[in-house]
C-alpha cells in the first residue's frame, strides 16, 4: 500500500502563474518532508523541506507548507518559468535513520 | 567536485546475463541506495547500505545483488533472477543518519533487456 501519493501525474501550467504540486502521506509518524525536482534521464536534485514541527518553509520563489491534521504537504512555486518543467517527488521519512520514502511523482509542465 | 558517479549511462543486457552498475562517490558519505524508477512509479529502493561491509534489503530487492567493500563504492548487480530488468536506475548517498539532509544522486543508469 502506498505510504506517499501524489494523486496527480501532471500539471500544466503558465509562466508567471502559480504551480501548486500536492502529496498525502498515511503515517502520522513521518516526521520530515522534502521535494525533489528530475529531469528525464537525471538524477532527482533536492529542492526544499520541511520538518514536523513547521508549517511552512520557504526558499525563493518555492514555499512548501504542511498540514499535519490532515497528512498532506503541497509545494508552491510563484512566479512559475518554464525551466521548472520537470517531475517533482515528494519523499518522507521516520526519523533521522529511516530511508526516504517517494511518491509517484508529478510532471509539471510550464507553457510560456 | 564531490559528487556521485554511476557507470556507464546506457546499459543493454540479454536475457539470462548478469550486469554490474557502477556507482562511485567522493562525498565522504557513509551511507548509500540504489532505486530503480519505472514509469508511473516512482522511485522504489532496491538495497541499501549505512556502513562499509553492511547492507540491507529495501522493498524490491529480489533478482538484485549489492556489495560494499570500499566506503566509495556500491554496485549493484541485477540477476537473471530479475524478471522485469529494464528500468533507469538511480544511486544515491547521504550522511549517516543525514536522512534529513536528503540524498545525492547520481544520473542514472537506463538498462534495456534485448
Known amino acids: 500500500d502506498q505510504q506517499v501519493k501524489q494523486n496527480s501525474p501532471s500539471l500544466s501550467v503558465q509562466e508567471g502563474r502559480i504551480s501548486i504540486l500536492n502529496c498525502d502521506y498515511t503515517?502520522?509518524?513521518?516526521?520530515?518532508f522534502l521535494w525533489y525536482k528530475k529531469y528525464p534521464a537525471e538524477g532527482p536534485t533536492f529542492l526544499i523541506s520541511?520538518?514536523?514541527?513547521?508549517d511552512k518553509n520557504e526558499d525563493g520563489r518555492f514555499t512548501v507548507f504542511l498540514n499535519k491534521s490532515a497528512k498532506h504537504l503541497s509545494l508552491h512555486i510563484v512566479p512559475s518559468q518554464p525551466g521548472d518543467s520537470a517531475v517533482y517527488f515528494c519523499a518522507v521519512t521516520l526519523g533521522s535513520q529511516g530511508n526516504l520514502i517517494f511518491g509517484k511523482g508529478t510532471k509539471l509542465s510550464v507553457k510560456p | 567536485d564531490g559528487g556521485i558517479t554511476q557507470s556507464p549511462k546506457y546499459l543493454f543486457r540479454k536475457e539470462g546475463q548478469n550486469v554490474t552498475l557502477s556507482c562511485e562517490q567522493n562525498?565522504?558519505?557513509?551511507?548509500m541506495y540504489w532505486y530503480r524508477q519505472d514509469p508511473g512509479q516512482g522511485l522504489r529502493l532496491i538495497y541499501y547500505s549505512q556502513i562499509v561491509n553492511d547492507f540491507q534489503k529495501g522493498d524490491i530487492a529480489e533478482g538484485y545483488s549489492v556489495s560494499r567493500e570500499k566506503k566509495e563504492s556500491f554496485p549493484l548487480t541485477v540477476t537473471s533472477a530479475q524478471k522485469n530488468p529494464t528500468a533507469f536506475y538511480l544511486c544515491?548517498?547521504?550522511?549517516?543518519?543525514?536522512?534529513?539532509?536528503?540524498?545525492?544522486f547520481g544520473s542514472g543508469t537506463r538498462l534495456t533487456v534485448v
Open positions: 544515491a548517498s547521504s550522511i549517516a543518519g543525514g536522512v534529513y539532509y536528503g540524498y545525492t
Open positions: 503515517n502520522s509518524m513521518f516526521d520530515y
Open positions: 520541511i520538518s514536523s514541527i513547521k
Open positions: 562525498l565522504n558519505h557513509d551511507a
